[in-house]
C-alpha cells in the first residue's frame, strides 16, 4: 500500500516553515547585540571600532555599539576625535 501525503500537510509544514523563518530574519540583530556583555576586551574593541570609523570618516554612534552599557567601569567612555588620533 503507498503512503500518500496530503498536499494540506505539505502547505502547512510550508507556512510554519516561513513564520520561524522570519522570526529568525527579525530578530536576529537584535539577539546578536543583546548577548554582548560589557568586559574590558570587548569595551576595548568598541573603542577601536569607533576610532576607526572616525577616522576613515564614517558618522558612527557610540551608544549603538555593543556593548552599550557597562563600559564605564573599564574606565572606556566615548572619545573626542583628538583622542582618537592619538589611540590609533
Known amino acids: 500500500m503507498k503512503a500518500v501525503i496530503a498536499t494540506d500537510v505539505i502547505f502547512i509544514i510550508f507556512v510554519i516553515g516561513l513564520i520561524v523563518g522570519a522570526a529568525l530574519l527579525i530578530f536576529w540583530k537584535w539577539y546578536g547585540t543583546s548577548i ?14 569607533y576610532c576607526m570609523d572616525i577616522n576613515k570618516g564614517k558618522q558612527t554612534n557610540w551608544n549603538e555599539l555593543a556593548p552599550k552599557e557597562g563600559c564605564e567601569k573599564f574606565n572606556v567612555v ?7 588620533k592619538k589611540l590609533l
Open 36 to 49: 554582548t556583555m560589557a568586559n574590558e576586551f570587548t569595551c576595548k574593541l568598541k573603542l577601536q571600532s
Open 78 to 84: 566615548q572619545p573626542s576625535e583628538e583622542e582618537c
